[in-house]
Nanobody
Framework: QVQLVESGGGLVQAGGSLRLSCAAS????????MGWFRQAPGKEREFVAA????????YYADSVKGRFTISRDKAKNTVYLQMNSLEFEDTAVYYC????????????????????WGQGTQVTVSS
């Protein structure tokens, strides 16, 4: 069983920054990929970023490339999402998720492939 706990959300002005954290409890994540998704009111959950635990390879949605950075700290079993140059359209509940396996063939951008989810953290960007 994998438990994920997000933190770091809040209210920020457009152009500002936030760093989200996802603390994971599991014996090993060596075969996992970790992802961040977000869901705005009335919209479907969408992919934001993903990282492979072992190799640290990263993947991003086009809408956040160059602004967001995903990283992981193996020693702390924690994944981060550094969000810079935030825009009003980034307002959403952000979820951390874990999936077994790699990110080949777009497997990390589809929420259906993730088995474990955190409770979510609200990010609100004021314009």
């Amino acid at each position: 069983q994998v438990q994920l706990v997000e933190s770091g959300g809040g209210l920020v002005q457009a152009g500002g920054s936030l760093r989200l954290s996802c603390a994971a409890s599991a014996r090993t994540f060596s075969s996992y990929a970790m992802g961040w998704f977000r869901q705005a009111p009335g919209k479907e959950r969408e992919f934001v970023a993903a990282i492979t635990w072992t190799g640290g390879r990263t993947y991003y949605a086009d809408s956040v490339k160059g602004r967001f950075t995903i990283s992981r700290d193996k020693a702390k079993n924690t994944v981060y999402l550094q969000m810079n140059s935030l825009e009003f359209e980034d307002t959403a509940v952000y979820y951390c998720a874990a999936k077994y396996g790699s990110c080949l063939a777009g497997g990390c951008s589809d929420p259906r492939f993730y088995s474990y989810w955190g409770q979510g953290t609200q990010v609100t960007v004021s314009s």
